[in-house]
């Protein structure tokens, strides 16, 4: 354990690390941000977000690429925010419960034209693809598209994208990717999805 003066010592070199940092970001521009891995939490991180951007006023749009029929506690919370929130669920389930191939990738493309034209909107700030990692990680769209669209985006929209295995040309194209890891997960111990924490 240290003494309080190599604590404070310390502590005083994180805060110049940090203050210089600080002082030589200046710029400001929608971010694309990334949230992937086998672990939980990744559509939480993105909706944390949102949580946020409705505070300052924000207009968001979310669009589901999974999760279409399976209940989901966020959608009406956020139907409580009327038209500062646009929610799209366009998933017909996962992968391993629809077992067709042909029926994903349509929901997949319906999914991605609604994506685009959030994109496109000037009303909207911030866009959460979610979920959308997955059906790329499938093949179910083209990645070469996502990264064009995301490249000819306008200026200030921060645009999120969820989802394990994102790919690697989308990892290297965002300003800001979280992977989330699993240490532990109650299905291997038995325990069941439960409100409020799966959906």
């Given at each position: 354990?240290?003494?309080?003066?190599?604590?404070?010592?310390?502590?005083?070199?994180?805060?110049?690390?940090?203050?210089?940092?600080?002082?030589?970001?200046?710029?400001?521009?929608?971010?694309?941000?990334?949230?992937?891995?086998?672990?939980?939490?990744?559509?939480?991180?993105?909706?944390?977000?949102?949580?946020?951007?409705?505070?300052?006023?924000?207009?968001v749009g979310v669009?589901?690429?999974?999760?279409?029929?399976?209940?989901?506690?966020?959608?009406?919370?956020?139907?409580?925010?009327?038209?500062?929130?646009?929610?799209?669920?366009?998933?017909?389930?996962?992968?391993?419960?629809?077992?067709?191939?042909?029926?994903?990738?349509?929901?997949?493309?319906?999914?991605?034209?609604?994506?685009?034209?959030?994109?496109?909107?000037?009303?909207?700030?911030?866009?959460?693809?979610?979920?959308?990692?997955?059906?790329?990680?499938?093949?179910?769209?083209?990645?070469?598209?996502?990264l064009r669209a995301?490249?000819?985006?306008?200026?200030?929209?921060?645009?999120?994208?969820?989802?394990?295995?994102?790919?690697?040309?989308?990892?290297?194209?965002?300003?800001?990717?979280?992977?989330?890891?699993?240490?532990?997960?109650?299905?291997?111990?038995?325990?069941?999805?439960?409100?409020?924490?799966?959906?």
């Amino acid at each position: 354990m240290s003494t309080p003066e190599e604590y404070r010592l310390r502590m005083q070199r994180v805060k110049e690390v940090f203050e210089r940092r600080r002082a030589q970001a200046t710029r400001a521009k929608g971010l694309v941000i990334v949230f992937t891995g086998a672990g939980k939490g990744k559509s939480t991180a993105a909706f944390g977000m949102v949580v946020r951007a409705l505070h300052h006023g924000m207009r968001v749009g979310v669009v589901q690429y999974i999760k279409g029929p399976i209940p989901s506690g966020e959608v009406e919370v956020f139907g409580r925010f009327g038209d500062q929130v646009e929610w799209y669920r366009m998933g017909e389930g996962f992968h391993w419960d629809t077992q067709d191939q042909e029926r994903d990738r349509r929901a997949a493309w319906a999914a991605w034209a609604k994506s685009c034209e959030l994109m496109a909107d000037p009303r909207i700030d911030m866009v959460v693809l979610d979920e959308i990692n997955v059906a790329l990680r499938l093949r179910q769209l083209p990645v070469e598209d996502v990264l064009r669209a995301l490249q000819a985006k306008r200026e200030m929209l921060h645009v999120i994208l969820t989802g394990r295995g994102a790919p690697a040309d989308l990892i290297a194209a965002a300003d800001l990717v979280t992977e989330m890891r699993m240490l532990k997960h109650p299905y291997r111990a038995g325990i069941r999805a439960q409100p409020g924490i799966e959906y």
